[in-house]
């Protein structure tokens, strides 16, 4: 099962790349965001039960930067509500 689990989180993560790469996917949207972040979280469980604790610091690392990316798009999205909403009482 954990073997599984890692399968699926290398191929979150790299699906989410290559949709980048080919711009059928942006860079800075949600729903790479939430794939990178499920992938690495799917590969950091793998590499902790194998011990591989290099492996784990970065996807823990980039489960982070996806964090920390998701927290400033939903910043953004509720400022332009906010703008939106003030705009329509006017």
């Not at 989410?16 to 992938?39: C, E, H, P, T």
């Not at 489960?63 to 332009?80: D, N, T, W």
């Amino acid at each position: 099962m954990i073997d599984v689990l890692g399968w699926v989180g290398a191929a979150l993560v790299l699906a989410a790349y290559a949709l980048v790469s080919s711009k059928r996917l942006a860079g800075d949207g949600a729903v790479f965001q939430v794939m990178n972040i499920l992938g690495a979280v799917a590969l950091a469980v793998n590499s902790a039960a194998s011990r591989a604790w290099p492996s784990v610091a970065v996807n823990v690392a980039w489960v982070g930067i996806g964090a920390v990316a998701m927290f400033r798009l939903a910043r953004r999205q509720k400022k332009r509500q906010s703008e939106y909403q003030g705009a329509r009482m006017r």
